[in-house]
């Protein structure tokens, strides 16, 4: 049973050019996380009066142990519900009224592939964000920064029996149960995804997996308080 998140490293400012970028490393999953901030908004927010904030997620053709040709990588339904599944994750502790009139795109791309990839790109995504946002309120563009809390990601199962949390390619391929959960700094939930891979599981479990996963989290968050820093 592992009740900790595998390994993380993280290396920010891996792009001179962007407005943040960070390669953020859960055991072997790796993810290049990049912020791009732009003067223009979707008509949708333009009407609201608020900024934007949305996210794309895709692999490179070799994150796995097999070659995967680009054009299928990036039409598939996975790669766009891991994009959506991130943006909902950073707008859901962004203020957009305070972020009106800008749109902060973040690129997630898998460099290595071994379980957690759409977690992982939360977490990295996370620190590219309040990376540019900085920079926007250094600049005056922002008057202050316009985000609410932490927001973190991470998985948690059940392998041959017994409670796992941070499952690697190999736990989840194996997976009686496969869940993976976005919460945020005050632990109050932001998407939880669960299946049955092979067993059907008990609300017991459920909270397991549940408590499990605000534990990892926690941990989550104290590296993404050392890298991005205090938010107030």
């Known amino acids: 049973m592992s009740t900790n998140v595998r390994k993380i ?31 223009s908004v979707p008509p949708f927010a333009e009407e609201r009066g608020e900024g934007w904030v949305t996210a794309e997620y895709s692999m490179l053709p070799r994150a796995g142990k097999e070659r995967s040709s680009r054009q299928r990588l990036a039409s ?27 749109s902060v795109m973040i690129d997630c791309d898998v ?12 977490n990295g ?40 949390l941070d499952l690697c390619a190999k736990e989840d391929n194996n997976a009686e149960v496969d869940m993976n959960f976005v919460i945020t700094g005050h632990g109050k939930f932001v998407e939880v995804q669960g299946t049955g891979e092979k067993n059907a599981f008990t609300r017991a479990q459920l909270n397991y997996m549940l408590n499990l996963a605000r534990k990892g989290v926690r941990q989550i968050i104290k590296v993404q308080k050392r890298i991005a820093g205090k938010l107030r």
């Open 76 to 102: 598939s339904g996975r790669t766009k519900e891991i994009s959506r599944l991130v943006g909902r994750a950073l707008r859901a502790v962004v203020d957009l009224k305070k972020l009106y009139g800008f």
């Open 125 to 164: 995504a996370f620190i590219v964000l309040v990376q540019a946002l900085r920079a926007m309120v250094k600049s005056g563009e922002l008057k202050k920064l316009p985000v609410r809390d932490y927001i973190a990601a991470v998985s948690a199962g059940y392998v041959d029996g017994k409670p796992v």
């Open 111 to 122: 460099i290595q592939a071994d379980g957690g990839t759409r977690t992982t790109s939360v």
């Open 9 to 39: 490293r993280v290396e920010k400012n891996v792009l001179k050019h962007a407005e943040g970028s960070c390669m953020f490393q859960m055991g072997n999953t790796k993810v290049l996380c990049v912020a791009t901030v732009s003067k």
